[in-house]
């Protein structure tokens, strides 16, 4: 994120000052500013209106970098980084001698904002693997949760998914709680912007937050479907259309009018016959079917088309490539 700090008309350049990284942790000391051509301006840049720059400037006050870290003996170990993202960007210095972290620096743009948290060493198998989670983002306001992938080996697993709000303080609402039959959280999925935020884990009646990876999907996506085993016409099928995002657990911005949530969607079912299923742990509550169109790898799409439902984490976003794939088909 960055903010305009001189605009000089003369000599058509904007002096823009970074405030985050690529990651969007803030800066600790900010970096030298940066000067950009007036008419690059609206290109590279969005602008937001004040409403929004001081959620903003809440959020990059409230965020900072959160390293994990293990102690074994005089070892000093980094299991991961929160929010989840690239070792790779950052340098870490550790003070054995006082077995912690030292310093954390972006290797672009310097120092930024973090705090260490030690965890235990049998913990970091939880940390370092990122859990998928696959979602639709209906509109601003409302987040569909369709599928998790857990590490939890209990028989019964409680998951709850809440919309952060900016109004309130966060810390608060990560507090794990209970679910509505009195039972204790084991997964929490914490969403903001239309998007995961964190996933919390009941570890001995502590939050730790886990890496993850989320696909979203939406309605009439063209999707890649490799990973399935279907067949039309005695060849393989790779592309799909999305034609059906069953309702399965629902986040709403706390923020958004009853105008702006409009008709609250029901709970919905697969319109198809299953097709495969998830071989990884998942909870019953968010089984992660959607309903899809093949589509034939020939010019002309032969009626009525294959429909079935399929489970999203074997469905995978097309690339720029496949998406030319598609076109040139259909050309």
Known sequence: MYEAVDINVAANLVTMKRLTD????????????EMFP???????FEEINEVAEKEHRKNIAANSLKVLYTV?????SVAGIRPAGSLADYDIEIDRGNRRIKTVQNKFFGEVKWVGELIDKELEFLVIDPINVYAQRINDYLFNLLHVHISSASDSVTVDVKYLDPREEEAKQRELGRDILGNKLQYKILVSNGRTRAILYNYKDRAIELAFQETQFSIDEEIDVMGLDIEWNGEKVVYAKVVGIPVQMIAVNPTATKEEVGEFPEKGNIQYEPHEICNKRYTEDLPGYIDIEIIPGVPRRPKPLKRLSVPVCKCQKLNYM???NIENIYE
């Open 72 to 76: 074994q003996g005089s070892d000093v």
């Open 38 to 44: 007036l008419q690059n301006l609206w290109e590279s």
């Open 22 to 33: 690529q990651n969007s942790i803030p800066l600790k000391f900010g970096v030298p500013p």
């Open 322 to 324: 496949e998406q030319k």
